[in-house]
Nanobody, 125 residues
């Protein structure tokens, strides 16, 4: 069982930066692929970033590539999402997710077993 708690959301102007953090409780954090997803009002939850359990490879959709960076600290059981050059369309609730030994389909919500409660991110124009 893994419990995930996000923090760091808030209001930022377009072009600004924000850093989200997700703290995980439970054992074997290093064996979980960690992902970030977001959901805007009236839209489906969409993939934002993932970092693999082994090797630390990272994955991003084109919409955030070059602006967002995911990182993890296995010693602290945390995964962060650094968001730069933010745009109004980045406004959403951001969720942290975990999947045991996930090695493919990183962008699929169905592949993640554990989810945080979400944190609101608002980007003003």
């Amino acid at each position: 069982q893994v419990r995930l708690v996000e923090s760091g959301g808030g209001l930022v102007q377009a072009g600004g930066s924000l850093r989200l953090s997700c703290a995980a409780s439970g054992r074997s954090f290093s064996s979980y692929t960690m992902g970030w997803f977001r959901q805007a009002p009236g839209k489906e939850r969409e993939f934002v970033a993932a970092i693999r359990w082994s090797g630390g490879s990272t994955y991003y959709p084109d919409s955030v590539k070059g602006r967002f960076t995911i990182s993890r600290d296995n010693a602290k059981n945390t995964v962060d999402l650094q968001m730069n050059n933010m745009k109004p369309e980045d406004t959403a609730i951001y969720y942290c997710a975990a999947s045991w030994l996930l090695s493919s389909a990183y962008d699929s919500t169905a592949r993640y077993n554990y989810w945080g409660q979400g944190t609101q991110v608002t980007v003003s124009s």
